[in-house]
T-cell receptor, first 113, second 114 residues
Framework: TQLLEQSPQFLSIQEGENLTVYCNSS?????LQWYRQEPGEGPVLLVT?????EVKKLKRLTFQFGDARKDSSLHITAAQPGDTGLYLC?????????????FGKGTLLTVNP | DAGVTQSPTHLIKTRGQQVTLRCSPK?????VSWYQQALGQGPQFIFQ???????QRGNFPDRFSGHQFPNYSSELNVNALLLGDSALYLC?????????????FGPGTRLTVT
């Protein structure tokens, strides 16, 4: 069974601070995705990283995929209250035309004004 | 363009009962996946439907079954409900013919089993 471990589980910071959350696995994935989920809603895809060592930036968010494609990190610069939410990483397994996601438990981020 | 829609929004059932949840995919999408998200957990993959057939299945018992219709909409059925089935059930749709796919999630159905 493939597992994704996310850390920290909870994070509460002040507006303007920087933060990094981590996603680690003992397994290799075809690609890895990051989602943000707000209360009462489904997860919303932020980014997909495919190549080992890949770095993607989305405004104040920087995503990195580990060289061995087993781990990833999400760095937020100058966090804002609107960044509050549950951040989920998901490993993608694809074989032929079939695929499925394995999610971590998530990091619940609270950004206080 | 409507996104993924799910119904009902909330549902309360009693142990032993059966429940059917519904999902309409985003326009242009042909694949539907179902996930169970327990409180404080990440979503867990239940199964995936494409061309009206179950293509992949996660580690869920046979009490969980599904169906996909010709218009790509889908149903999730759970029989003999247990207290542990209480969770947010998420539907996600995608278009299969992508090099890597992107799933769009619906808002979910909150199922409470008493």
């Amino acid at each position: 069974t493939q597992l994704l471990e996310q850390s920290p589980q909870f994070l509460s910071i002040q507006e303007g601070e920087n933060l990094t959350v981590y996603c680690n696995s003992s397994s290799v994935f075809s690609s890895l995705q990051w989602y943000r989920q707000e209360p009462g809603e489904g997860p919303v895809l932020l980014v997909t990283v495919v190549t080992g060592g890949e770095v993607k930036k989305l405004k104040r968010l920087t995503f990195q995929f580990g060289d061995a494609r087993k781990d990833s990190s999400l760095h937020i610069t100058a966090a804002q209250p609107g960044d509050t939410g549950l951040y989920l990483c998901a490993g993608v397994n694809s074989g032929g035309s079939n695929y499925k996601l394995t999610f971590g438990k998530g990091t619940l981020l609270t950004v206080n004004p | 363009d409507a996104g993924v829609t799910q119904s009902p929004t909330h549902l309360i059932k009693t142990r032993g009962q059966q429940v059917t949840l519904r999902c309409s995919p985003k326009s242009g999408h042909d694949t539907v996946s179902w996930y169970q998200q327990a409180l404080g957990q990440g979503p867990q993959f239940i199964f995936q439907y494409y061309e009206e057939e179950e293509r992949q299945r996660g580690n869920f018992p046979d009490r969980f079954s599904g169906h996909q219709f010709p218009n790509y909409s889908s149903e999730l059925n759970v029989n003999a409900l247990l207290l542990g089935d209480s969770a947010l059930y998420l539907c996600a749709s995608s278009f299969r013919d992508r090099g890597f796919y992107e799933q769009y999630f619906g808002p979910g159905t909150r199922l409470t089993v008493t």
